[in-house]
C-alpha cells in the first residue's frame, strides 16, 4: 500500500533547530513535498525534493534519501510563527494526485 | 489578487440534507481538488479534476459529488449518503507538471 509515517508532535525552544522526519512506503515514488497548515488556516507549500539531498529556502531546508524512503523538514532559528502542522506529501503518477501524512504538530516554546 | 476563495467559512446543516461547497480560482489552473480534514488524520483526497467537464474519485469519494462545468468553479456535493460529513473541507488548484497545490481557506461543516 501508500503510507507516510511522521511523528504526531514536536516540541522545540524559540531559537533552536527542529527535524519533523517523515518515511514512505509507495509503489511508485516521484518525490516528497512539504506544506505548513496553522491552525484553522490553509495548507501552504514550502519544499519539493525531487531528488536526492538537500533543499534550502531560508531557514527551512528539506532532505530526501531514496533508498532509505526517508525525508526530513529542517527549520532553523525557530520562531513562535513557526508553531504550526507540518504535512509530508507525495505525487501519483502524473503529479497531479497527493498524498498526504497526517501531519506533525509543532509547537515552539519560549 | 489571483487565488481560490471557499465559501460560507462555517455551515451548519441537519442530519439528511444535502449541502453543496463552493470553490473558485482565478489562478487559470487546470486542476482542482477536495480534500477532507479530520483531527489528526491530516488531509483526504475525496475528488481530483485534471480538465474542464472530468474528474476522478479520491481515497474517500463515497457520499460526494463533484462537477467541473468552468474551469475555475469546482463545487462539492455532501449528500445524505455521506455517514459522518463534519469535517474540514479544503479546496486546492495546480499548475499543470508543477509540484505546489494552492489551497483555498476551508469550509468547516457541522452536521446535527
Known amino acids: 500500500g501508500q503510507s507516510l509515517e511522521q511523528p504526531s508532535e514536536v516540541t522545540a525552544v524559540e531559537g533552536a533547530i527542529v527535524q519533523i522526519n517523515c518515511t514512505y512506503q509507495?509503489?511508485?515514488?516521484?518525490?516528497l513535498s512539504w506544506y505548513q497548515q496553522h491552525d484553522g488556516g490553509a495548507p501552504t507549500f514550502l519544499s519539493y525534493n525531487g531528488l536526492d539531498g538537500l533543499e534550502e529556502t531560508g531557514r527551512f531546508s528539506s532532505f530526501l534519501s531514496r533508498s532509505d524512503s526517508y525525508g526530513y523538514l529542517l527549520l532553523q532559528e525557530l520562531q513562535m510563527k513557526d508553531s504550526a502542522s507540518y504535512f509530508c506529501a507525495y505525487p501519483g503518477a502524473g503529479s497531479y494526485q497527493l498524498t498526504f501524512g497526517k501531519g506533525t504538530k509543532l509547537s515552539v516554546i519560549p | 489578487d489571483g487565488g481560490i476563495t471557499q465559501s460560507p467559512k462555517y455551515l451548519f446543516r441537519k442530519e439528511g440534507q444535502n449541502v453543496t461547497l463552493s470553490c473558485e480560482q482565478n489562478l487559470n489552473h487546470d486542476a482542482m481538488y477536495w480534500y477532507r480534514q479530520d483531527p489528526g488524520q491530516g488531509l483526504r483526497l475525496i475528488y481530483y479534476?485534471?480538465?474542464?467537464?472530468?474528474?476522478q474519485k479520491g481515497d474517500i469519494a463515497e457520499g460526494y459529488s463533484v462537477s467541473r462545468e468552468k474551469k475555475e468553479s469546482f463545487p462539492l456535493t455532501v449528500t445524505s449518503a455521506q455517514k459522518n460529513p463534519t469535517a474540514f473541507y479544503l479546496c486546492?488548484?495546480?499548475?499543470?507538471?508543477?509540484?505546489?497545490?494552492?489551497f483555498g481557506p476551508g469550509t468547516r461543516l457541522t452536521v446535527l
Open positions: 479534476s485534471q480538465i474542464v467537464n472530468d474528474f
Open positions: 509507495t509503489s511508485g515514488f516521484y518525490g
Open positions: 486546492a488548484s495546480k499548475e499543470g507538471s508543477y509540484n505546489e497545490q494552492f
